[in-house]
């Protein structure tokens, strides 16, 4: 039975003296480590780096041709931030100057000691994995503080719009009471508790987003009969101060009393979609919901007949912020579906979505059980 030997890392030898290059890749060679290629001019080694981009290049700096190692090493660093040791029997301070320019991981002169080329490479590959761990833990710091301060902005223009409701509809009851009727004053209090609804949904999401962006995601699963409590999500939406007068068509199949999926998730997980398909649908439309149980999973599907989603749209539906062109005026964050991902990928379930544009579009959500 043949033993595979886990390879060290990809290599390229960029060497004009071929038997320092052939002795040195096969010392490689038996240290572990795999030579992709020797070339022995600048122009050969960035052609070698568009076929496949090596962990590492040991470079020559006096090649064959016009240009020197160094400048090979300015081309390739353009294409990728490949870690480069050069090889070179200079070292007077003229080179080491124009060498110190490219940011090498190491410096080697020739004759080559192959217990130090083993460690320079050893050093340089370790070296380049910590640099790379630490830029993207910037890069995702930087995400991170620009999703909060759009967050932030963004959530404070939501929030203005109910507040200024409560303040408005407050001064009134204060200042007109006895002049409002009855109906007036109830119609004002309903009002008021529809906007502070809204601050409720608002708060929940953006308490959803952090926990998203911590790495801290709930995940309480439950036992929990979801066509019933989906039945009751809905009622919830049958009402007078509907923000489309939309007619919503509800189907179920099976039963779900013994899938255990967490109810706060799944809360989130159908009110984004039917309050999109609803904001989203023509005046007088209609919103089919469709629920199948088994005991293994839930699927649901959402479909509306609204204005539908642009194609250029559909691949990045899900990042947050995005929306699309031809929402108009409609109110939203923008992160409605991204937190519908997030849920659903908490319960290991899948989401896929249909549209076309003035036609409409169906999601489809499958939540497999925790059991499973």
Same mark, same amino acid.
């Given at each position: ?14 060497? *004009? ?6 002795? =040195? ?5 038996? =240290? ?11 122009? #050969? ?14 470079? *020559? ?30 070292? *007077? ?31 340089? =590959? ?32 939501? %929030? ?15 200042? %007109? ?20 609804? *809204? ?25 929990? #009969? ?43 997980? &159908? ?16 919103? #089919? ?73 169906? %999601?489809? &959500? ?7």
């Amino acid at each position: 039975m043949a033993v595979t030997t886990k390879i060290l890392a990809n290599i390229l030898i960029v060497e *004009d003296e071929l038997v320092t290059a052939n002795a =040195l890749s096969d010392v490689l060679t038996d =240290l572990g480590y795999q030579v992709l290629e020797i070339v022995d001019s600048s122009n #050969d080694a960035i052609a070698a780096i568009h076929r496949q981009i090596p962990d590492l290049i040991l470079m *020559d700096i006096k090649l064959r041709g016009l240009d020197n190692g160094i400048t090979a090493v300015h081309e390739i660093h353009k294409i990728s931030p490949i870690p480069v040791i050069y090889l070179t029997a200079f070292s *007077d301070p003229e080179t080491l100057e124009k060498v110190t320019a490219t940011s090498p991981y190491g410096y080697l002169t020739k004759p080559l000691r192959y217990a130090e080329v083993d460690m320079a490479i050893m050093l340089s =590959l370790q070296k380049h994995q910590t640099e790379k761990i630490l830029q993207e833990a910037l890069e995702k710091e930087k995400e991170l503080h620009l999703l909060k301060s759009r967050l932030l902005a963004m959530a404070s223009h939501e %929030f203005s719009t109910p507040m200024s409701v409560i303040r408005l509809l407050i001064w009134k009851l204060q200042n %007109f009471e006895e002049q409002l009727t009855k109906e007036t004053r109830a119609k004002n209090l309903a009002s008021i508790q529809s906007a502070i609804k *809204d601050i409720n949904w608002l708060l929940e999401e953006i308490r959803l987003i952090s926990c998203s962006e911590s790495g801290k995601f709930p995940f309480n699963p439950e036992p929990l #009969d979801a066509i019933a409590y989906c039945h009751q999500l809905i009622d919830s939406f049958q009402t007078s101060d509907s923000p489309r007068k939309c007619r919503i068509q509800f189907n179920s199949h099976g039963k779900c009393q013994k899938l255990k999926i967490d109810k706060k998730l799944l809360w989130h997980i &159908v009110m984004n979609l039917l309050s999109n398909a609803i904001k989203y649908s023509y005046e007088g439309g209609t919103v #089919d919901i469709d629920i199948t149980c088994n005991k293994e999973e839930l699927t649901l599907q959402v479909c509306d007949h609204g204005i539908g989603i642009p194609n250029e749209y559909l691949n990045n539906l899900f990042l947050p912020f995005l929306r699309a062109e031809n929402v108009g005026n409609a109110k939203g964050l923008g992160m409605g579906l991204y937190i519908a991902k997030q849920a659903i990928e908490a319960h290991n379930g899948k989401i896929a979505v249909e549209s076309e544009v003035n036609m409409g579009t169906k %999601f489809t &959500v499958i939540l497999p059980s925790a059991n499973e």
